[in-house]
Nanobody, 123 residues
Framework: QARLRESGGGVVQTGGSLRLSCAAS????????VGWFRQAPGKEREFVSV????????YYANSVKGRFTISRDNAKNTVYLQMNSLRPEDTGVYYC????????????????WGQGTQVTVSS
């Protein structure tokens, strides 16, 4: 089981950047794919991006493709989400989660979740 903790959220203006971090502990971390999801008020949790165990494979939602970059540093047990050209519609609570299999976009396929970090993009 992996324990995950997000950080790096904040308030930024449209067009700005933030880098989120997902620090993980637990012996299953290195064998887990890690995904980022977000949830806006009144909306369902939606997939943002996922990275494979080795970091060689990544996948993005169309809404963030070309603006967000996911990466991982296994030596530091940390996954990052670099977010550029932020838009008001990117506002929400961002969660990281681990999965035993790479490639899923459904939250139900992820086993362990962090508490989330708030990202607010002002217009």
């Amino acid at each position: 089981q992996a324990r995950l903790r997000e950080s790096g959220g904040g308030v930024v203006q449209t067009g700005g950047s933030l880098r989120l971090s997902c620090a993980a502990s637990g012996r299953t971390y290195l064998s887990a794919a890690v995904g980022w999801f977000r949830q806006a008020p009144g909306k369902e949790r939606e997939f943002v991006s996922v990275i494979s165990t080795s970091g060689t494979m990544t996948y993005y939602a169309n809404s963030v493709k070309g603006r967000f970059t996911i990466s991982r540093d296994n030596a530091k047990n940390t996954v990052y989400l670099q977010m550029n050209s932020l838009r008001p519609e990117d506002t929400g609570v961002y969660y990281c989660a681990s999965s035993g299999t790479y490639g899923y976009a459904s939250p139900s396929q992820y086993d362990d979740w962090g508490q989330g970090t708030q990202v607010t993009v002002s217009s």
